[in-house]
């Protein structure tokens, strides 16, 4: 769309392209609405020929059963013993095409007037035919026959009324009766066609509606009758050979005509397809809507004719269209070619090509000048940019090397803040531990010497207890070397090492043993998996301690129950060989945004309990070993920190 000719071209062709479709779809909408009313009024017409024809088959039928009652011949058979009578009817059945013919007494004529409207008018003197719905035991009475002939499976149709009824085995009969009323006989003769099942019916219907359907272009029609909504005698196809007896009409249609009572004139899906419909409601003796007549004719045809005028009209517009955008554009080239250079210039400007120019167009007027115009204005906008590209350059240069410098003292200020933070936390942590010497060496002294003063007066009394003392003066001692790994943490640099080979197995055994008793505590289920692992060259008091404080922390993170599993392997870092220590526990982990900060000074998530420095002091420990220490959260559950140290 951003091309000119394009453009100009909808320009010239827009009211063509905008008013023709509108112009066309009013004209088509308008002729669709007649040619369905004439669709209509076809439809319209077919159902009044069909009704004439079963008003005229009524008529018929009654009138031929009053010409058998008027007939001599037939009062005489009156007369004569009831076997001859009833051979005499069965004959005069078969020729008048009836399904039942029988002679009702006068008293016996006034009882089943009771039931039949159309007996009981003949038994007061007027015979007649009526549309009449036997029940199958009434059908059954006259003929098993004709009770087997009503019978019709009924076949679930899409878009029918549900119904639970498998069989429609009632049926709709042509229901005439006549009066007799000579030399004494009193009574009335009575007949009917079952319309069930009677192809002949609904063929004839056919035939008269749709005498043409063979011809080329004809209507291709149908024709049903229906008792309630079910079909009892069709020429709708189910399949090729098969006749839709037993479908049922859509809801919608039989809320129309038997539940309203109007005639359906309108298009209606028959079985399989659509057709222009048309529906009369059938009433019988009694006033009552008991089933409906159609008469149809395949849509599909009609739809497709629609198609094709408006496929017809549409290539019609489209040939207009073509005929006329070549020769707008033959007539217009000499203004499309001086913009699409234009167009072409300002593309290439835009990516950058300052050098582009338009030059003669060969075009007088407005478009002449603008071109000239546009050539001057791109001279310009090419100096222009020269200049701010060298005044862009040297800006940068500048804008770099004051970068660098920031980039230089920001680093530096930022060290130098680290390490006055660091300063500030050893000096606070110094100060601490000289307090926290001071405060427990003292006690330990009154320790020992209590000890002392138990086995001068026991004597060889001590002897039982001698197991205690003895585990007494090792904690004692291990006390006081704590605090000299403390006070080695404030200054460590003014403490000398005591290094030697190292088996981490007993060490991490016998740190176990002075915390078993929180372990029990807590409930804490302990296991040991110790692979066999070189030696490693470290203080053993450090790393006693290192170890004691992570067990502690899993317990306390843990609280009450969990699983704590202790993992000694040997690994390589780096090339180096080692031995890996992991501390497993089944905690709920260490926050995410919290996993860089564990091993800072003074960090701690157990406000008011503890002093933030364990971590920090065991991370000091392993670093002077030469090793390291990491804390990670595992996939299942808990976190694990892990120890690595080189070995010897």
């Known amino acids: 769309m951003t091309s000119v000719r394009l453009r100009l ?45 079963l008003s005229r088959l009524l008529a018929k039928t009654g009138d031929e059963l009053g010409a058998v009652t008027e007939s001599v011949e037939f009062n005489t058979w009156l007369d004569r013993p009831a076997a001859d009578l009833e051979r005499y009817l069965k004959d005069t059945q078969v020729r008048l095409g009836l399904n039942f013919l029988y002679y009702l007494p006068a008293e016996q004529a006034r009882q089943a007037g009771n039931d ?25 009475a006259l003929s098993d026959r004709l009770a087997q002939a009503a019978e019709i499976p009924i076949i679930a149709t899409p878009a029918a009324v549900p119904t639970t ?76 050979d098969v006749r839709a007896l037993g479908t049922r009409v859509s809801a919608e249609v039989r809320a129309g005509v038997l539940t309203e009572g109007r005639t359906w004139l309108d298009r209606a899906f028959v079985v399989n397809d659509w057709y222009i419909s048309g529906y009369l409601p059938i009433t019988d003796s009694f006033g009552d809507r008991v089933g409906m007549l159609y008469v149809g004719f395949l849509e599909a045809p009609f739809k497709l004719a629609k198609r094709d005028a408006f496929l017809w009209m549409m290539a019609a517009f489209a040939a207009v269209l073509l005929l006329s955008a070549p020769v707008f554009l033959w007539m217009a080239r000499g203004i499309f070619t001086p913009l699409e250079r234009m167009t072409q210039v300002m593309k290439h400007v835009g990516q950058g090509d300052l050098t582009a120019r338009i030059g003669p167009v060969g075009a007088r007027g407005e478009i002449g000048e ?72 003292n006690p330990v002294a009154v320790i020992l010497g209590n000890v002392d003063v138990i086995r001068q007066t026991l004597g060889d009394g001590a002897a039982p207890v001698q197991t205690e ?81 992570l067990v502690v922390n899993a317990v306390q993170a843990m609280g009450t129950g969990g699983q704590l599993d202790l993992l000694l ?45 364990g971590l920090s002091i065991s991370q000091t420990l392993i670093q002077r070993a030469g090793g390291l220490i990491t804390v990670s959260n595992r996939d299942a559950q808990g976190a694990e920190f892990m120890v690595w140290l080189p070995a010897e």
């Open 9 to 53: 071209l909808i320009i010239a062709l827009a009211p063509l392209i905008v008013l023709m479709p509108m112009l066309l779809l009013i004209g088509m909408t308008r002729w669709t609405a007649d040619y369905d009313k004439v669709l209509i009024a076809n439809v319209e017409s077919d159902l009044k020929i069909a009704s004439q024809y």
């Open 116 to 140: 039949w409207p159309v007996i009981a008018q003949a038994a007061s003197g007027q015979g007649g035919a009526q549309i009449d719905v036997m029940a199958n035991d009434t059908l059954a």
């Open 165 to 240: 009824r498998a069989v429609e085995d009632r049926g709709m009969v042509i229901h005439a009766a006549s009066p007799i009323s000579l030399n004494g006989h009193r009574g009335v003769l009575v007949g009917g066609i079952l319309l069930n099942r009677n192809l002949d019916f609904i063929d004839t219907i056919n035939d008269l509606v749709y005498s043409h359907a063979g011809a080329v272009g004809a209507r291709q029609g149908t024709a049903t009758l229906f008792l309630d909504d079910v079909r009892i005698s069709t020429n709708v196809r189910l399949f090729e």
């Open 370 to 441: 603008v071109a000239q115009h546009l050539d001057w204005l791109l001279e310009q906008i090419q100096d222009r940019d020269r200049r701010l590209r060298a005044w862009n350059e040297e800006l940068n240069q500048r804008v770099g090397q004051r970068t660098a410098e920031l980039s230089e003292a920001n680093a530096k200020l930022e060290q130098t803040f680290r390490q006055l933070v660091m300063s500030e936390k050893l000096a606070s942590i110094g100060e601490i531990t000289a307090g926290v010497a001071h405060e427990i060496n």
């Open 469 to 549: 003392l003895l585990l007494i003066d090792k904690q004692v001692s291990r006390i006081e070397a704590i605090v000299g790994k403390l006070l080695k943490f404030a200054g460590p640099s003014e403490f000398a090492d005591h290094e030697q080979e190292v088996d981490l197995a007993p060490v991490v055994q016998d740190c176990l043993v002075l915390v078993d008793h929180l372990i029990s505590q807590h409930q804490i289920a302990v296991d040991c998996r110790f692979d066999p692992v070189p030696l490693v060259r470290v203080d053993t008091g450090e790393i006693q301690q290192v170890i004691v404080n």
């Open 569 to 613: 392997r040997p690994e390589q870092r780096d090339g180096a060989a080692g031995v890996a220590l992991s501390v497993r526990d089944s905690g709920p982990g260490v926050p995410e945004g919290q996993l860089s900060s564990v091993f800072d000074p003074f960090f701690t998530t157990k406000r008011g309990e503890g002093t933030g420095l």
